[in-house]
C-alpha cells in the first residue's frame, strides 16, 4: 500500500503568451489503502493531478511523495522503473492492444519491469478468475463488450502488485448498471489487494461511493470530505 504526499504542486502551460494553470498550489495526504475519488468540472485539473501523481507528467513546482520517496528527485529511468514496479492505471476507452488476447493485455505490463511474463501467468489467471473472465483468456478484446474490456483493464492494473492505482474516468465508457459493478469490482481489489485506488469521475454518484471525495475548480482544491460508506457487495461476474 502507498501513502502519498502532494506538497504545493502546481502545473502550469504557455499558450502564446497567456498562462494556463492547470494545477495551481495541491496539497494533500492520501493514506495506504484510501479509496479516493476526485471530482470536477471539466478543466478543472482532475487528469493533470492523475498525470503527475502517476508520474507521466513532471510538475512546474511542488512534490509528489510516494511511501517518503520524493520523486522530483528521480530520474526519468528511476521515474519509469517506479511506475511499473508501484503504480497501476485503468483508462477510459481501456486501452488493451487489438492484436494481443486477454491473458496477453493481463500481462503487457510485467514486460516493462524486470519480472519475467512466465512468472506472471499465475498471478494473471488468478485475477482473470477474480474479475470473471476466467473463460475468455483466449478471446480479443473485439470479442468482449466494454464492460468485459474494462474488467481485463482492472486486471492488468493490478498484475504487477501495486501500491497504488490510478483510475482516469475508469467508468465512463460503460452504462450505469455496469459503472456500479466495476466500481464494486475496484472496491473489492482495494479491500483484497491491499492497494490504494485514486478514481477521477465525472459520475457524482459513483465519486460518491469512495471513502473520501477531493473537489477540484480551476486547479485547486475547493473540498475534501470524508464519506461513510456501507459495505458494498461483492460485483455479479459471469463465470
Known amino acids: 500500500m502507498a501513502n502519498i504526499e502532494l506538497v504545493e504542486l502546481t502545473k502550469h502551460y504557455k499558450q502564446g503568451k497567456t498562462v494556463v494553470r492547470a494545477l495551481d498550489g495541491v496539497t494533500l495526504s492520501i493514506t495506504a489503502g484510501e479509496f479516493v ?20 507528467l513532471r510538475p512546474t513546482s511542488g512534490r509528489v511523495v510516494i511511501d517518503g520517496v520524493d520523486t522530483s528527485t528521480l530520474k ?20 488493451l492492444l487489438p492484436a494481443l488476447n486477454v491473458m496477453e493485455n493481463v500481462l503487457l505490463p510485467l514486460r516493462y519491469v524486470k519480472s519475467r511474463v512466465g512468472d506472471g501467468k499465475a498471478r494473471a489467471r488468478e485475477l482473470l478468475e477474480v474479475v470473471g473472465l476466467a473463460e475468455r483468456i483466449r478471446h480479443r478484446p473485439d470479442e468482449l463488450s466494454g464492460g468485459e ?7 492488468r492494473s493490478l498484475i504487477n502488485r501495486p501500491a497504488l492505482v490510478l483510475g482516469d474516468e475508469p467508468t465512463g465508457a460503460v452504462d450505469s448498471q455496469t459503472s456500479m459493478e466495476l466500481l464494486a469490482l475496484m472496491r473489492r481489489m482495494n479491500r483484497e489487494e491491499n492497494v490504494t485506488f485514486m478514481i ?40
Not at 521515474?79 to 481501456?94: C, K, N, P, S
Not at 474490456?149 to 486486471?155: D, K, L, P, S, Y
Not at 459513483?206 to 470524508?226: F, H, N, Q, T, W
Open 200 to 239: 477521477v469521475s465525472h459520475d457524482l454518484e459513483l465519486a460518491s461511493r469512495a471513502d473520501r471525495m477531493i473537489r477540484l475548480k480551476d486547479g485547486r482544491v475547493i473540498s475534501d470530505e470524508p464519506l461513510t460508506q456501507p459495505r458494498e457487495a461483492e460485483p455479479a461476474v459471469a463465470g
Open 37 to 56: 475519488s476526485v471530482v470536477g468540472r471539466s478543466g478543472s485539473g482532475k487528469t493533470t493531478l492523475l498525470d503527475l501523481v502517476g508520474l507521466l
Open 149 to 155: 474490456q474494462q474488467r481485463v483493464a482492472i486486471a
Open 76 to 95: 526519468d529511468g528511476q521515474r519509469a522503473d517506479t511506475r511499473g514496479q508501484r503504480l497501476g492505471f485503468i483508462f477510459q476507452e481501456y486501452n
